[in-house]
């Protein structure tokens, strides 16, 4: 069959979906992968095709409405402005989604797309997954995870996951109104096409472990948590050079990265980053990543994108924005790690990575000094028992099948015959 694979947002919403798009590839699926255009080299070893959407991710980071989100210092508060980000660059990814879908038999839709593919899918008459990195469905277990919030109890988690899912909706509100009238479909509020999805059970893989996140009790039907998808690295790919003798050089260095948050003063956390280092006496492999992370010493190397299932192994801990992606690479290498979370849901894995003992505490970015980083490494180094309970439990990880029950998902849709439908 031919399958999309759509997805937006920043490289760890789309890395993870390499690695299920090539499993799809390998099961005899002509896929297509539909994201920014800056991503395309990660599609290009993984078999997929590759559908390029107009919006640069990176580019809106760093506008003026991007730039804003710095000057927010709540979880709330940043989506509010993440929203209204997000509301102005949607409606110019409209039609190029809706091209690649006519070019297909089955969409699978990230939460990123999630409402606008599934109006797209109704509109041509094509089956549709959800295919999601985070736990979004409401329950009364944890607070909504995009909101950076502690547990605010049952009755609490669940009215805050409505408004939250509410919020969302209204980020697609007027695409999807619009392209209902293009495909000929009813126009529904956004609240009543979220109630008939959830009705219909409309199905929702998870690519992250139960081991980590286990699925929620009160979850719907057609609610799945599968396993982390790993993003797919070329059998040929290798470590650059530099830093392979970096790693020669001594003994297991530190990783730090922010992947692809950004940052207000690059140079000045970088500054705390190496002091905190050299106090715990580590050496540091600093990714320059979206924030611009940079120092080089001989105990220091900076560096670009490497793939993590690569790199992780050789070193003595992971301190990270906490990203979902970037949390999933140092569990599978089953090292030790500083949750710095940024923004987000980036609070909810620190708070995961707090709970299973690999992570001696989180400390979050806007708080952090060198003191702080200093005796958070020194605990996750020196303390032999969160090293093997990161082991431990990398070694169940590995042995989850997370795409599995996706390709047969898929691959159920292949004895169905779709109704086309829809045309402008």
């Known amino acids: 069959m031919r399958v999309a694979v759509m997805t937006a947002g920043s490289r760890g919403d789309v890395a993870p979906y390499t690695g299920l798009g090539h499993a799809l590839v390998r099961a005899g699926h002509q896929v297509t992968l539909v994201t920014h255009a800056r991503f395309a080299p990660l599609a290009a070893a993984t078999g997929m095709d ?150 219909q059970d409309w199905p929702i893989f998870h690519g992250f472990s139960p081991l980590v996140v286990q699925r929620p009790r009160d979850w719907r039907p057609g609610l799945q948590v599968t396993g982390y998808w790993w993003p797919h690295d070329p059998p040929q790919a290798q470590l650059p050079p530099r830093l392979r003798a970096f790693l020669a050089a001594g003994p297991p260095p530190v990783f730090v990265g922010l992947g692809s948050a950004t940052v207000p003063d690059p140079e000045q956390l970088s500054r705390t980053v190496v002091r905190a280092l050299r106090a715990a006496g580590l050496r540091g492999v600093i990714q320059r990543g979206w924030s611009g992370l940079c120092c080089e010493d001989d105990d220091m190397l900076t560096i670009d994108e490497v793939p993590h299932q690569l790199l992780f192994p050789h070193l003595a801990a992971a301190v990270h924005h906490a990203g979902a992606g970037t949390t999933a690479a140092a569990l599978r290498a089953g090292i030790p790690a500083v949750p710095l979370p940024v923004q987000f849901d980036a609070a909810f894995w620190a708070a995961r990575l707090t709970a299973l003992g690999v992570a001696p505490t989180a400390i979050p970015l806007r708080r952090l000094t060198a003191q702080a980083l200093t ?34 998902a898929v691959d159920r849709l292949g004895t169905t015959p779709a109704r086309r439908a829809g045309s402008d």
């Open 50 to 199: 590759f559908h390029a959407l107009p919006v640069d991710p990176l580019a809106e980071l760093r506008s003026a409405r991007g730039q804003a989100l710095h000057r927010s210092s709540t979880g709330a508060g940043k989506l509010v402005r993440v929203i209204a980000l997000a509301r102005s660059a949607v409606g110019r990814t409209a039609d190029e989604l809706l091209r690649a879908a006519r070019a297909s038999d089955v969409l699978l839709l990230s939460s990123s797309l999630g409402p606008l593919g599934h109006t797209i899918a109704e509109g041509l008459g094509l089956p549709s997954i959800g295919v999601y990195l985070q736990p979004l469905a409401t329950t009364s277990e944890f607070a909504p995870p995009v909101t950076g919030t502690r547990s605010w109890g049952p009755v609490g988690n669940r009215l805050a996951g409505q408004a939250v899912n509410a919020a969302v909706d209204r980020i697609f509100a007027d695409s999807a109104r619009a392209l209902q009238g293009r495909l000929g479909l009813p126009r529904h509020r956004p609240r009543a096409a979220r109630r008939a999805r959830e009705r």
């Open 375 to 408: 005796a958070a490494l020194v605990q996750a180094t020196a303390d032999p028992s969160c090293s093997r309970r990161a082991q431990a439990l990398a070694a169940r990880i590995r042995q989850e099948d997370g795409a599995g029950p996706v390709l047969a």
